[in-house]
């Protein structure tokens, strides 16, 4: 299965050019679903279904469905509360009742995160997601990443005693052990985790950024391509959103396709947007409405559709830990990461214990190091034409000798 991940600057169109890329996809024949927190009923002519369980058919093999924030919020916390009722009893709390619940800040996140693990359950061709905007929309991909991390940190699997013993190590620590539930519902939510992790990870899976051309958008899509990069994701070919006719005689619509046009001509000079790797959709003079206006911006890109079986991203994923390996030239093993358009002061890198923690802007990742570079220490690092480098030295404390 394919995933496209559409994301771009508020304003530029995302959810527009998502259900388009989702229509021309299902017309070529794939088996396509559209994933979206926004209102899809004004650009689809049909309400989307209530989530990807339960998806409306659209047309020519296109489904929708919503993704709910507030609905799947209220779900969890009742399944929390009723997990923990003995101990909310013995507290004398009163339990909440659905009617009062209101959806707390960063719900949508893991809504959005549930209904791309659930969505990629089903027998789908391709699934389009239309995320929020660029920095909203990474973090909420680094989540379960990040999440996992914690739980095994917090509480590591190779140290709950068994239930039998449980007692007795509460004795000699002089504290109570944690509930085996809590143990439990960690295993759960690592397996929910691991399974969304490995939709977002797939080869099979890419990010589609759109913006409108002009100086708004340059440094959203360069932040966002360095991030993209960060978290080890594939980029499908960038799509400039809402041109306006070069030929115009108004003046003033002239001077704005201009803009335009100076801003495309950049994005291609750069080798970060080559000319092949653009997809431009022309503005309709209007807001597009129905399936058959979506129909119109396929045309007018020249290609919207996603191959199931085509190649995923414009270039070969590269994840963090690529290794090279030159002890035999200069005694050094240089650890590389892409990271297209990154300027040097934004970027700082931390070594700490077996772990690299890298920071990009308002992006982070902690990286484990390879176990071969665990027992180096750092040399140097160096960030030369998009390409961070680090080099570590054998430590001969840790490094096998020879005779």
């Known amino acids: 299965m394919r995933t496209v991940l559409v994301t771009g600057p508020g304003g530029a169109g995302r959810t527009t050019v998502a259900a388009a890329t989702a229509l021309a996809?299902?017309?070529?024949?794939?088996?396509?679903?559209?994933?979206?927190?926004?209102?899809?009923?004004?650009?689809?002519?049909?309400?989307?279904?209530?989530?990807?369980?339960?998806?409306?058919?659209?047309?020519?093999?296109?489904?929708?469905?919503?993704?709910?924030?507030?609905?799947h919020f209220r779900t969890e916390l009742l399944a929390l509360q009723e997990r923990v009722t003995p101990a909310l009893d013995l507290l004398g709390a009163r339990p909440l009742r659905e009617e009062e619940l209101t959806e707390l800040p960063g719900s949508g996140q893991f809504a959005l995160l549930h209904a791309l693990r659930r969505a990629a359950e089903g027998d789908w061709d391709v699934l389009v997601v239309d995320l929020p905007p660029p920095r909203e929309a990474l973090?909420?991909?680094?989540?379960?990443?990040?999440?996992?991390?914690?739980?095994?940190?917090?509480?590591?699997?190779?140290?709950?005693?068994?239930?039998?013993?449980?007692?007795?190590?509460?004795?000699?620590?002089?504290?109570?052990?944690?509930?085996?539930?809590?143990?439990?519902?960690?295993?759960?939510?690592?397996?929910?985790?691991?399974?969304?992790?490995?939709v977002i990870e797939d080869r099979g899976t890419t990010l589609r950024l759109v913006a409108e051309p002009g100086p708004a958008g340059e440094e959203a899509l360069r932040l966002a391509r360095a991030g993209a990069a960060l978290y080890?994701?594939?980029?499908?070919?960038?799509?400039?959103?809402?041109l306006l006719p070069q030929d115009s005689a108004d003046p003033w619509l002239a001077t704005?396709?201009?803009?335009?046009?100076?801003?495309?001509?950049?994005?291609?000079?750069?080798?970060?947007?080559?000319?092949?790797?653009?997809?431009?959709?022309?503005?309709?003079?209007?807001?597009?409405?129905?399936?058959?206006?979506?129909?119109?911006?396929?045309?007018?890109?020249?290609?919207?559709?996603?191959?199931?079986?085509?190649?995923?991203?414009?270039?070969?994923?590269?994840?963090?830990?690529?290794?090279?390996?030159?002890?035999?030239?200069?005694?050094?093993?240089?650890?590389?990461?892409p990271l297209p358009g990154v300027a040097k002061s934004e970027l700082t890198l931390v070594r700490r214990d077996d772990e690299l923690v890298l920071t990009v802007g308002p992006f982070r990742r902690i990286v484990p190091l390879p176990s071969v570079l665990r027992r180096c220490t750092v040399a140097g690092a160096a960030l030369t034409d998009g390409l961070l480098r680090v080099r570590f030295t054998p430590d001969p404390a840790l490094w096998p000798r020879s005779n």
């Open 256 to 337: 704005l396709a201009a803009q335009q046009r100076k801003s495309l001509d950049a994005w291609r000079g750069t080798g970060t947007h080559p000319a092949d790797a653009l997809r431009p959709v022309t503005h309709l003079g209007r807001d597009p409405h129905g399936p058959d206006d979506l129909a119109l911006l396929d045309t007018a890109a020249g290609g919207l559709a996603v191959d199931p079986d085509g190649p995923a991203g414009t270039g070969p994923r590269e994840e963090p830990g690529r290794v090279e390996d030159r002890l035999a030239e200069d005694g050094l093993l240089v650890w590389c990461l």
């Open 232 to 242: 080890g994701l594939a980029v499908d070919p960038l799509v400039p959103n809402r």
């Open 25 to 71: 996809t299902a017309r070529s024949g794939g088996r396509t679903l559209l994933l979206s927190a926004d209102p899809l009923d004004t650009l689809l002519g049909t309400p989307p279904g209530p989530g990807p369980a339960d998806p409306a058919w659209i047309r020519d093999g296109l489904w929708a469905a919503r993704v709910d924030s507030g609905d």
């Open 139 to 198: 973090a909420t991909l680094a989540l379960p990443e990040q999440l996992r991390r914690y739980l095994r940190r917090l509480l590591p699997r190779e140290r709950q005693a068994a239930r039998a013993l449980r007692p007795m190590m509460a004795q000699l620590a002089g504290v109570p052990m944690p509930a085996q539930w809590l143990y439990d519902m960690a295993a759960h939510r690592d397996a929910e985790l691991a399974a969304v992790q490995s």
